[in-house]
């Protein structure tokens, strides 16, 4: 079964910018802002700093994330 990604930010200082771009697609993903390519991070969710804060976006403000870091 596959899984239809979803997007979350976490806002607050844990970038150099604003918030910190997720993917979930049955596993969680991050941004990376300088390597600008998706890192798998199987620990990332059970880490205490963004259980309950990650902020639920569309496919399409998560596009508009990555496009503005182009």
């Known amino acids: ?11 607050g200082s844990y970038t150099l910018k604003s918030s910190f771009l ?8 991050y941004w990376g802002e300088r390597s600008k390519k998706w890192i798998h991070d199987e620990s990332l969710f059970k880490q205490h700093c963004i ?16 496009e503005g870091e182009s």
Do not use: C
């Open 1 to 11: 079964m596959v899984t239809k990604a979803q997007y979350f930010t976490l806002p």
């Open 22 to 29: 997720i993917k979930f697609d049955g596993e969680y993903w």
């Open 51 to 66: 259980d309950g804060r990650l902020k639920y976006i569309t496919k399409r403000e998560a596009n508009k994330i990555l």
